[in-house]
């Protein structure tokens, strides 16, 4: 185990660490998917939820966590593309799961792309399932 890395709620100064994070790690990332704004958004509702795992300054991991008060998401979940298959996924979905569960969530739910081999081997590994639904979205702004 890497005994550098910590993970802890976001803060302001980490926002270019998880900014060039996310470019490296979702390099085909659609327009909505705006970093600073996504960031800001999180930052308006259970900020709290909002993780990053840190190897000193530097940002390694985030995931970006909510309840709605009947079910948990997850988004934005990765690792340095250097640093995979270092357990920090595995840490982050750790602290988002029991900051969930300290909400009181009964259920963790997330999509993931069907061709993300990796996202769903990871999952997988985590003990999440996948069910026989299908993902549909609206843009209400
Ligand atoms: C998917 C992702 C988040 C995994 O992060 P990670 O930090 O490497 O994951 P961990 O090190 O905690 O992996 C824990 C376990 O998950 C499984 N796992 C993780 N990545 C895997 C892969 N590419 N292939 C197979 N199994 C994998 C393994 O069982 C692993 O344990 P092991 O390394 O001891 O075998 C990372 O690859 C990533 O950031 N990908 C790009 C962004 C992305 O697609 N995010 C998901 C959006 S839904």
């Avoid at 976001?10 to 085909?28: E, K, M, Q, S, T």
């Avoid at 593309?81 to 357990?87: A, C, I, L, V």
């Avoid at 997988?124 to 702004?141: C, F, P, T």
Wanted: proline share 4%; glycine share 8%; charged share 20%.
């Amino acid at each position: 185990m890497n005994t550098r890395l910590l993970v802890r709620p976001y803060a302001d100064a980490d926002r270019d660490g998880v900014i060039l994070l996310w470019r490296l790690a979702f390099p085909a990332e659609p327009a909505w998917n705006e970093s600073s704004t996504l960031i800001q958004r999180k930052l308006t509702v259970q900020p709290e939820l909002f993780f990053v795992c840190v190897d000193g300054t530097e940002v390694v991991g985030t995931v970006m966590a909510g309840f709605d008060g009947v079910r948990g998401w997850v988004h934005k979940v990765a690792a340095h593309p250097e640093r995979t298959r270092s357990g920090i996924a595995s840490r982050l979905m750790q602290a988002a799961e029991e900051g969930l569960a300290g909400l009181g969530c009964p259920k963790l739910n997330m999509q993931v792309r069907a061709d993300n081999a990796s996202a769903l081997a990871f999952y997988k590994a985590a003990g999440y399932q996948i069910e026989d639904r299908v993902s549909l979205s609206k843009h209400l702004s």
